[in-house]
């Protein structure tokens, strides 16, 4: 069983427009999420999270927006580099162990 | 800067051998973690560690084993590889406390022919 699904496996986005990417979840336990990067033939790399108790987490480009109720969050990127094309994997987190439960990822492709 | 490095980048063997995947990190992280990476299912936990010579087991150990006997140091083990063990196998840390955030190294592309 799923906790966390990442529904679309790519999506295709034109360089200087904004990427939606998309994560559900169906544990209400869940008190922390948080999204990665992966490059291919490299590790995921930290990209930004989101406490529970916020709906809004904003770095630069990035914002992660948090709907509790749906159990939805999404990763905003604006404006898209060519740099972003890469996989992107949410997850989370909701005991002490720190251990995460991640997405199937979503493999984005910025367009020139 | 975390550092997490991992013993080999490509790996080649032979069904039935036995082998061993190293993963080191320099920031005196109480927990490890074993991934593997598959096309389409994301991340599986194989096995974490919270400390020296603690282990349990994640989401699928079967085939898998650990050994943790130095704080920095987490080894995955395949007893005796098969072809579906084919992947890519990812290990990570994190400190106690507050921080969900992992630190991965660059991964291990392991074929098993």
């Known amino acids: 069983d799923q906790q966390v699904k990442q529904n679309s496996p790519s999506l295709s986005v034109q360089e200087g427009r904004i990427s939606i990417l998309n994560c559900d979840y169906t544990?209400?336990?869940?008190?922390?999420f948080l999204w990665y990067k992966k490059y291919p033939a490299e590790g995921p790399t930290f990209l930004i999270s989101?406490?529970?108790i916020k709906d809004k987490n904003e770095d630069g480009r990035f914002t992660v927006f948090l709907n509790k109720s749906a159990k939805h969050l999404s990763l905003h990127i604006v404006p898209s580099q060519p740099g972003d094309s890469a996989v992107y994997f949410c997850?989370?987190?909701?005991?002490?162990?720190?251990?995460?439960?991640w997405g199937a990822g979503t493999k984005l492709i910025i367009k020139p | 800067d975390v550092k997490v490095t991992q013993s080999s980048r490509y790996l080649v063997k032979r069904t039935g051998e036995k082998v061993f995947l190293e993963c080191v990190q320099d920031?005196?992280?109480?927990?490890m973690f074993w991934y593997r990476q598959d096309p389409g299912l994301g991340l599986r936990l194989i096995y974490f560690?919270?400390?020296?010579?603690?282990?349990e087991k994640g989401d699928i150990p079967e085939g898998y084993s650990v050994s943790r006997e130095k704080k920095e140091r987490f080894s995955l083990i395949l007893e005796s590889a098969s072809t579906n063990q084919t992947s890519m196998y990812l290990c990570?840390?994190?400190?106690?406390?507050?921080?969900?955030?992992?630190?991965f190294g660059p991964g291990t592309r392991l074929t098993v022919t």
């Open positions: 920031m005196d992280h109480e927990n």
């Open positions: 560690s919270y400390d020296v010579k603690m282990k």
């Open positions: 544990n209400s336990m869940f008190d922390y």
């Open positions: 989101i406490s529970s």
């Open positions: 997850a989370a987190s909701a005991n002490s162990n720190y251990q995460l439960i």
């Open positions: 990570a840390s994190n400190g106690q406390g507050k921080d969900y955030e992992q630190y």
